[in-house]
């Protein structure tokens, strides 16, 4: 196996010139750096991580740490930061668990991306506290190195909630949750049930959902048998709104003329459905690029705001009247 030794010998030049033009390292004149990366070729050098590491004190990997890799909205944003750090030369690498935790630990990443309650503010400030810049997606944060850039959840629902209540006058309102461990699901119903406050609406029906298909239509199948149905239902997303109005429809409810359904997230196929899913979107790929943005202008030390969102709008269709 070559080494980079045998590089700067086929190369002319000396060792340290070879690992800086190995490593982009600016200071290699264009015509060398060309003599060292054709040599590279022909001796087929690959260089050691490890050793690469040690030299540049970086990696060139942003590490983006999930809770779980099901589901539209997770792909999206992992696909919006992808199309942005490739664009700019950067790996991302994506993980879930334990292996999370040793990426951080270890210093396998130059920046963190995280979307996974599972890791714990007290493992943020640890690996913050070493000066790697951290950008939260799914908790309110407060630290010198940790960047929130979340949904406002909480405002947009009560917003959206101000005017179903003012525009539509329904007599009886339901929430669908989410994992009640969830950020984003919180927040949510936390919007909901200001908007109700403040419109002296005292009572509702609470459902616990789980954020999928299945688990709407779940909720869906009891429905019937509720006492008092709700007239209007906001689910906290909208594979939830999918699940349980297919459930309802079997039923032979009419929507909205018996149940208006809202819906959070703007999932593509909330225009497909029959009727069609009213909404609070996100454009998650653009929020991705967002995100991938924030954490490239951090690692080249630009001072940013503590705390950003990204864009939201409400999507009026069919299932609300």
């Given amino acids: 196996m070559a080494t980079i030794k045998d590089v700067a010998k086929k190369a002319g030049v000396s060792i340290s010139t070879a690992s800086y033009a190995l490593n982009d390292i600016p200071n290699v004149h264009p015509l060398t750096k060309k003599k060292i990366l054709d040599a590279a070729k022909e001796l087929a050098y690959t260089p050691h991580f490890s050793a690469r590491h040690l030299k540049t004190k970086k990696t060139n990997n942003i590490?983006?740490?999930?809770?779980?890799?099901?589901?539209?909205?997770?792909?999206?944003?992992?696909?919006?930061?992808?199309?942005?750090?490739?664009?700019?030369?950067?790996?991302i690498i994506v993980s879930s668990g334990l292996s999370s935790h040793s990426l951080l630990k270890e210093k396998q990443v130059d920046g963190a991306i995280i979307f996974d309650a599972n890791i714990d503010n007290d493992?943020?400030?640890?690996?913050?506290?070493?000066?790697?810049?951290?950008?939260?997606?799914?908790?309110?944060?407060?630290?010198?190195?940790?960047?929130?850039?979340?949904?406002?959840?909480?405002?947009?629902?009560?917003?959206?909630?101000?005017?179903i209540i003012t525009s539509h006058k329904y007599q009886s309102y339901g929430f669908i949750s989410g994992p009640m461990d969830s950020y984003n699901a919180v927040k949510r119903y936390e919007g909901f049930k200001k908007a109700l406050k403040k419109h002296h609406i005292p009572q509702h029906a609470l459902y616990h959902g789980d954020f999928t298909i299945d688990g709407g239509f779940k909720i869906g199948q009891q429905f019937k048998y509720e006492q008092n149905k709700p007239e209007f239902v906001f689910c906290a997303n909208d594979e939830t709104a999918i699940g349980f109005?297919?459930?309802?429809?079997?039923?032979?409810?009419?929507?909205?003329?018996?149940?208006?359904?809202?819906?959070?997230?703007?999932?593509?196929?909330?225009?497909?459905?029959?009727?069609?899913?009213?909404?609070?979107?996100?454009?998650?790929?653009?929020?991705?690029?967002?995100?991938?943005r924030k954490i490239i202008q951090l690692l080249d030390g630009q001072t940013l705001p503590k705390k950003e969102s990204p864009q939201a709008e409400f999507f009026w269709r069919e299932t609300c009247k």
């Fill in 245 to 292: 109005m297919q459930a309802i429809k079997e039923h032979h409810f009419s929507i909205p003329n018996d149940v208006s359904i809202a819906g959070f997230d703007n999932f593509y196929m909330t225009q497909f459905t029959q009727p069609k899913i009213t909404t609070i979107g996100i454009d998650h790929i653009e929020w991705g690029h967002q995100v991938a």
């Fill in 123 to 163: 493992i943020v400030d640890q690996i913050s506290s070493k000066g790697m810049p951290i950008i939260v997606l799914d908790r309110d944060y407060h630290s010198t190195h940790v960047y929130q850039h979340s949904i406002d959840n909480e405002y947009l629902v009560e917003t959206f909630m101000d005017d």
């Fill in 63 to 91: 590490g983006v740490f999930i809770y779980g890799f099901s589901g539209p909205v997770f792909s999206d944003i992992l696909e919006g930061i992808r199309q942005t750090l490739q664009a700019n030369k950067l790996n």
